[in-house]
């Protein structure tokens, strides 16, 4: 037996032995996100409040805080039921950003009142604020305002036609933040309630950035309270079985694929609530296995893509 093997094989003991059909923290909150308001295409108008929420929420200060870029289009609010629930299980506070072109529209201002009041009434908790910005450049506004973010969230449209939000600002950031950016790209939303009891996957390769993302999969998993299944491309030459601690409470599935890993990937990504891929740039790359992957997972997976590294 190999020590893949080996690892596989205690994992999965430890898998039988608990109940897989239990809650997750990241389950509990997203089914109370889809229990909420709708998501309505076209969103119809709802009630505005006396005056902009540009205030957080009471409460004790937050660790860290978690930056989504929103526009008018349907998955912005996706993206903040993402955000948002990122922001709940890490205890970190939730910036909503809306970049508009002009000042003289009053539209930027309403989805954002929209957009606070729906994270306030699905999580009381959770400090949330609203920042509407003027300009040309959404993404490199963007950009900026997420300098100190613990993590960027964007919204990824599932056409070929962008604006403001859609696909070429998450393009944009993905390769040039330089923190951990959540891509939301949901095909099929909403989802039943067991999407939340499914795991995080992750892809290595036996480059450092893929041997980080991983890290910050088992990470992720442990605030979800869900599982790890990594993939590991064939002929990788890794040997995670030894990094691993078997005492970790997060439960790791390892899986050899061959063949081409963006099709594993995608394959993959239709029964994980996230994927996790090492990010392409930044001085550090992904083995050529997986730089690929890096730039076709945000565009095709069927589910949300946390690019890191």
Request: proline share 8%; charged share 20%; hydrophobic share 40%.
């Amino acid at each position: 037996m190999t020590d893949i093997d080996r690892t596989t094989a205690e994992t999965e003991a430890r898998r039988h032995t608990a109940d897989l059909r239990r809650p997750t923290r990241f389950g509990d909150a997203i089914n109370r996100y889809l229990g909420a308001a709708g998501y309505p295409d076209p969103y119809t108008a709802v009630p505005v409040i006396a005056e902009y929420p540009d205030t957080e929420t009471t409460g004790p200060p937050a660790a860290g805080v978690i930056v989504v870029g929103v526009d008018d289009d349907p998955i912005s609010y996706i993206a903040v039921d993402h955000a948002a629930i990122e922001a709940e299980l890490h205890g970190w506070a939730l910036r909503i950003v809306h970049v508009q072109r002009s000042g003289k529209d009053d539209a930027g201002e309403r989805l954002l009142r929209r957009l606070t009041d729906r994270v306030r009434a699905s999580n009381p908790g959770t400090p949330v604020t609203g920042r509407l910005l003027v300009g040309s450049d959404p993404a490199q506004q963007l950009l900026t305002e997420a300098g100190d973010a613990a993590l960027l969230v964007v919204g990824h449209r599932h056409g070929a036609t962008a604006t403001a939000f859609g696909r070429s600002v998450a393009d944009r950031v993905g390769r040039q933040h330089s923190g951990p950016v959540l891509v939301v790209r949901m095909p099929g939303w909403p989802v039943g309630p067991e999407w939340g009891s499914r795991p995080v996957v992750v892809a290595v390769d036996g480059s450092a950035p893929s041997r980080a993302a991983v890290e910050y999969a088992l990470a992720e998993a442990q605030v979800r309270g869900c599982d790890v299944t990594i993939l590991h491309l064939a002929g990788d030459g890794t040997n995670l079985a030894h990094r691993l601690d078997p005492r970790s409470a997060v439960p790791v599935h390892h899986k050899i694929i061959s063949g081409d890993p963006v099709t594993a990937l995608i394959e993959a990504s239709d029964k994980a609530a996230a994927v996790v891929i090492a990010r392409h740039g930044h001085g550090a790359v992904p083995g050529p296995l997986l730089t690929a992957a890096s730039h076709v997972l945000p565009h095709r997976a069927h589910c949300p893509v946390f690019q890191v590294g």
